[in-house]
């Protein structure tokens, strides 16, 4: 469990997928800051497990228990959609038997058929990227994700799709799922939105 005390205390539980409203210029990008341990907090806390993360580390705690999926998918383009992934593996320590398998049947599951598994992902739709940066979050037993504008370059059907997938992450996984967005049908979707309004958190109902 994730808690950001402040004016309004935070709460983000495993098992519930997260909306963070806001329009641009509301704060998102601040929060996005503190959320993934890039600063600490002026004033306040942000807790993790009952842990203060300055007690925990920055760095350990990003390395350990987070994933943060960007709006500009942040993969390397010049390697295949299997590449990225693996790299990612390698990157964090985790270590796995059977890897080869384990890449390919994380791909599948978020619908990355095996004919596009050896594919440069420049060659790849904006969907598929997006799913692709999915399992490179997944992949590394982050028990947090949080994903930035997960919508913005997508169309609507995708955009719908990628939703489901989160959902399915949260609830299947039980992962703490956050979305920072300006779109309010993700926050319809969502088990529980905060809404900034002014750099002022609000919980919608």
Known sequence: ?????????????????????????????????????????????????????????????????????????????????????????????????????????????????????HKKVAQLSGGQQQRVAIVRAMITGADIIVADEPTGNLDEETGREMIALFEKIAHEQNKIVILVTHDSDIAKRSDVTYELKDKVFHVRS
């Open 1 to 117: 469990m994730v808690v950001i005390r402040g004016a309004l205390n935070l709460q983000f539980e495993p098992g519930n997928m997260y909306a963070i409203l806001g329009k641009s210029g509301s704060g998102k990008t601040t929060f996005l800051s503190l959320i993934s341990a890039l600063e600490s907090p002026k004033e306040g806390a942000i807790l993790y497990n009952s842990e203060n993360l300055d007690k925990i580390g920055l760095t350990r705690f990003r390395r350990q228990h987070l994933a943060i999926v960007f709006q500009a998918y942040n993969l390397l383009t010049y390697m295949t959609a299997y590449q990225n992934v693996s790299s990612a593996l390698e990157i964090s320590g985790v270590k796995k038997e059977n890897k080869r398998d384990f890449i390919t049947e994380s791909l599948k599951s978020v619908g990355i058929t095996e004919d596009l598994h």
